[in-house]
Each structure stands twice: as structure tokens, then as C-alpha cells.
């Protein structure tokens, strides 16, 4: 049903570190790997060869760049964009056939293929680009928070995590229970000042971000200045050899 | 946002067919059975034809239109599903509203409540279709209070205009129908002024700071995919300032010769049936327009500083 459930027994979500995502799209393929066989299988892309590859990914790494407020310097930010999980989401209570629904138990925000007649409605009720139409199937399809795997007591608990929080070789991303104030991932985001994506909508999205630390360093610091000649035997053959290497 | 042509269509067609129904529906509370059955039947065959086809064209787009029944059980919180019952639900009355009109079945006293109700669930639909856009907060050109007088008008108008054109076939006097089309194109037009000058006044108050967090001195540094995704190709469309106000432009000029031409039908009736063909032109303008300006929230990811 599109009805929101009032509350649920747990938010489970992702925190997500913008300070130690390197963009290296890990948690993007295994995403894809994972759930190309799994709740959401199959995953076709079109035209995989071809000039104009496309299809359906769950989990997308935008770079962004962020200059100083002095505007002297700038970084990139690595930024995984991914369904949110909302408390409140409009792409739940705009379908019409009850695919989308919103689970009262976890929070997780979930798509049945068996009923979703490809509307495609839910796309545009979200801001954050969470669902992607999948032209193969004719249905829509969205991050699962791994549904396939959290609860699977075929795996070792260790395992039981969000294939791309597993995959990160940064440890960039977290998986638990944000409903609840004690958990590890609640405490982070107390920690690091973690933050919703567009507040001001009003979707209450689950999952937080985390932002990237200060910088430690600036740009000069790094650079070592030339050290003057002191016109010894030595600093002339090395005058010598720089003339002679810089061909005039 | 994309102007996928099977929406357009859906929209254009169907709100000009439940406006001629819900005109046909008004008249004969106080006029009562159709003089002429010819033109009863043509009349209720163009008007539930325009809203199969538009109806239709949607559920061919849908990606499983072989389930499109289950659209009708979520009425509660989805105005698109609300809009199917009404659909469905308008059609057994529309039918036995034209039945009865027509005077294919006598029922003199029945046609009078018939036609009330044809006409309320008419306008009831295009309310629906007009709420699953205004209802949507992410697209700021829609979330817009005239949006549903945009469409009701555009019903309105359009639906009168195509009586006109039929009466004119039918060598029939239209009567009421010819102020009450002029009322309503010249309402739309001064709506859609409004509607247009509300967009371009409304504040673009998501921007990529808030989508990302990152702070003011935020801007794109790569795109997450070497072609399009469905994300873009869906929610990215966006014509340009410049294109839009020529269109802006044409469709105001479309409409104020179709209201010449409905104001010259009353000397020459058959003029009245290029004013209908104008007026659907100017639906179809301005329905494009309508998908074209849509910017979408989630743009704001891909570059788009404000939305």
C-alpha cells in the first residue's frame, strides 16, 4: 500500500563520508554486480557496445568541486548518490498501483516488480534521482539497501551488509540504524555533524551525509624553494649540467 | 522534463473530449433531449472517442499497460490514481447519458440528472490529471496553484470550441455555447498570462548547495556516467529561455485568432471549425511548453545551480 506507515521500528540507512570517498566506483559496480543477480534482477544495460551505453544503476558517483571561500583553492568531492530511504517519501504515495511501499518494520523504501506497471510517476516525485526506469523490464527500480542480503542467514553475519558498503576499500560507508540514538552509525553523524541532502523538501531522507574534513594543508606549503648557488666547483658543474640539459 | 508525445496527446485530446462532455452535459439540464439525433451521436462519439484515445495512448506508454487495473486501488494517496477511477467511473454515465440524450432509449426525465453527473465527473477528471502535476513539489513550474485552472480552462475551452465546430457541421445555432467558448478561451489566455508570469516570479529556492551539502562554491566536476542516464534523459530536458518566450509568443497568437474566428462563426459558422483546429494547435504549444519548462529538483546534481 502507498499509505506511510506512521513510524517505523527502525530507520535503517547509509552514512555516507564525503572525506574519505575517493570515487573509485567500488560501491557502484558491486552494486550493480550484486543486484543484477538479486531483488533486482536482471539489471540490462542497452547497448552496452555501442555509442550510447545506458541502463539502470542504483548507486551513482557524481565529482563535485569545491573551491575555498577565499576562492584561493579547490577540492574535489567524490559524492555516491543513492535512494535515501525518506521518512516521509513522495514517490511512495504518488503511485498508483501500491508497487512502491515503504516497510513499517526497517524503513526501507522498496518496489515490487511483479506489480509496478512502469509509470515511471515515483521518478519525478523524487528530487534526489533515486529511481531509474528499466526499459528491458518495463518496471522501476531503486536501491534496496541490499534487502537480499541484510536478513540473508546464508551469509556470515559479518556479511550482512549493503554489497557496497562491503565493497568500499575506504570504509566511506556505514549501514545501521539511524532510528536508533546508540547505534554506530548514529553516533558518527553526532560526531561529524552528518546532514540531509535538500531539507528543505521536507522527505526526512534516512541515510546522512558526512562532510569533508578541513583541509590540513595548503597549496604552497609543499612546494620547496631553490636553494641560491654558493659559486662552489660543484655548484658550477651542476649550473653546467642544467645549462647543458636545458639545451641553451 | 521530457514532452513525451503519448502524454501530450493524452492530455490535449482527453481534455478537450471531457470538455465537450461536460458542455453537452450542462445544456441539456435545461434544454433536455438532443433535437437531433445526428448530431447527439456524433457528438458523444467524438467526445468519448478523443477521451479513449487519449486514455489509451497513456496506458500504451506505461512499461506494463497489462496492468493498468492496478492503478485504480491506490486512490487514497495517488492523484494519478484517483484519475483512473474517475476515468472509469465517468465512462457508464457519459454512455447512458448519450443514450438517453440522444433519444435512443427514452428517458426524458433521466437525461437532465444524467447530464449533471456526466459533467461533474468530467470536470472531476481533468481535475485529477491537473493535480498529479500541481501535487508534484519537485517540479516548481508545476507546483503552481493555477495549474489546475490551467487545465480545467484548457477543457473548457477546447470542448466548446469543437461544439462550435460540430454545431456548425450539423447546421445546428449553437446558442449559449458561443459566449460561453469565447468566456472561456479569453479566461484561459489571461490564466496562462498569469501562470507564465507566476513561473517566471517564483523563487528557484533549491540550489546545489542544499542538494550536496557542499556549500555556495559548489559546482560540477564530472558527471557520474559517460552518456545520458535515465535520470537525464527523463528530468533533464530544459528548452531554452529564449525558445520558450517565442513559443510563449505563438501560442497567445494561435489563441487570439482562434477567438476570431469563434467570434466571426457567429456571421460564418463553418469558421468555427479552423478555430477548433487552431485551438488544439495552441493545446498542443502550450502543453509541450508546459513539459519543456518543467525543471526538475534532481537537476540540481547534474549542474544546474538553482531549480
Request: glycine share 8%.
Amino acid at each position: 500500500m502507498t499509505a506511510l506507515p506512521q513510524t517505523t521500528a527502525k530507520k535503517l540507512g547509509l552514512v555516507i563520508d564525503l572525506d574519505t570517498c575517493v570515487g573509485c566506483q567500488a560501491c557502484a559496480t558491486s552494486c550493480k554486480e550484486w543486484n543484477t543477480q538479486g531483488y533486482s534482477a536482471p539489471l540490462a544495460d542497452e547497448d552496452t557496445r555501442g555509442a550510447d551505453p545506458h541502463g539502470p544503476w542504483l548507486n551513482r558517483i557524481h565529482g563535485y568541486e569545491v573551491e575555498d571561500t577565499n576562492g584561493k583553492d579547490s577540492r574535489v568531492v567524490h559524492f555516491p548518490r543513492s535512494c535515501l530511504h525518506c521518512e516521509t517519501p513522495a514517490c511512495v504515495t504518488v503511485c498508483p498501483t501500491g508497487a512502491s511501499y515503504k516497510r513499517a518494520e526497517d524503513g526501507i523504501v522498496l518496489i515490487n516488480p511483479d506489480t509496478c506497471i512502469g509509470c515511471k510517476l515515483c521518478s519525478w516525485a523524487c528530487p534526489y534521482g533515486a529511481r531509474e526506469y528499466d526499459v528491458q523490464e518495463g518496471v522501476m527500480k531503486k536501491c534496496t539497501l541490499c534487502v537480499d542480503r541484510i536478513y540473508n542467514e546464508n551469509f556470515e553475519p559479518e556479511d550482512r551488509q549493503p554489497a557496497c558498503v562491503k565493497a568500499c576499500p575506504t570504509g566511506a560507508r556505514h549501514f545501521g540504524d539511524l532510528g536508533d540514538e546508540n547505534s554506530a552509525v548514529s553516533q558518527l553523524v553526532k560526531a561529524r555533524g552528518g546532514f540531509d541532502l535538500l531539507p528543505e523538501m521536507g522527505y526526512k531522507p534516512t541515510n546522512k551525509y558526512l562532510p569533508p574534513r578541513a583541509k590540513r594543508d595548503t597549496p604552497q606549503a609543499g612546494i620547496e624553494a631553490l636553494p641560491k648557488g654558493d659559486g662552489s666547483a660543484m655548484d658550477r658543474l651542476f649550473k653546467l649540467a642544467d645549462r647543458l640539459l636545458s639545451g641553451n | 522534463m521530457n514532452p513525451a508525445y503519448s502524454v501530450i496527446l493524452f492530455t490535449t485530446a482527453s481534455g478537450a473530449g471531457y470538455g465537450l462532455l461536460a458542455l453537452l452535459g450542462l445544456t441539456s439540464t435545461s434544454v433536455g433531449q438532443s433535437p437531433s439525433l445526428g448530431f447527439a451521436i456524433v457528438a458523444m462519439v467524438i467526445a468519448l472517442g478523443l477521451i479513449t484515445i487519449g486514455l489509451l495512448s497513456s496506458t500504451m506508454h506505461l512499461g506494463h499497460p497489462e496492468r493498468a487495473w492496478r492503478a485504480l486501488s491506490q486512490w487514497k494517496t495517488s492523484w494519478l490514481s484517483r484519475e483512473g477511477v474517475a476515468a472509469i467511473v465517468s465512462y457508464p454515465f457519459a454512455l447512458a447519458f448519450g443514450v438517453t440524450w440522444a433519444g435512443l432509449y427514452t428517458a426524458p426525465d433521466a437525461v437532465a440528472p444524467l447530464g449533471f453527473i456526466t459533467a461533474a465527473l468530467s470536470l472531476v477528471t481533468v481535475f485529477t490529471t491537473g493535480k498529479i502535476y500541481a501535487t508534484l513539489k519537485t517540479i516548481r513550474a508545476w507546483h503552481q496553484p493555477l495549474t489546475v485552472p490551467v487545465y480545467l480552462f484548457f477543457a473548457l475551452a477546447s470542448g466548446s470550441s469543437l461544439h462550435l465546430a460540430l454545431s456548425a457541421l450539423f447546421g445546428r445555432d449553437p446558442g449559449a455555447i458561443a459566449p460561453v467558448a469565447l468566456i472561456a478561451l479569453v479566461t484561459l489566455a489571461f490564466l496562462k498570462f498569469l501562470y507564465w508570469r507566476a513561473i517566471d516570479a517564483a523563487p528557484r529556492e533549491h540550489t546545489m548547495a542544499n542538494a550536496t551539502g557542499l556549500g555556495a562554491n559548489v559546482r560540477q566536476w564530472e558527471v557520474p556516467h559517460t552518456t545520458k542516464n535515465f535520470v537525464q534523459r527523463e528530468m533533464g530536458f530544459v528548452v531554452a529561455r529564449r525558445h520558450a518566450s517565442r513559443l510563449r509568443g505563438l501560442f497567445f497568437i494561435v489563441l487570439l485568432c482562434a477567438g476570431l474566428l469563434e467570434l466571426a462563426a457567429s456571421l460564418i459558422p463553418m469558421l468555427s471549425l479552423a478555430g477548433f483546429v487552431l485551438m488544439f494547435i495552441a493545446a498542443w504549444v502550450e502543453r509541450w511548453l508546459f513539459f519543456a519548462q518543467g525543471e526538475h529538483v534532481v537537476t540540481l546534481f547534474y549542474g544546474n545551480a538553482q531549480a
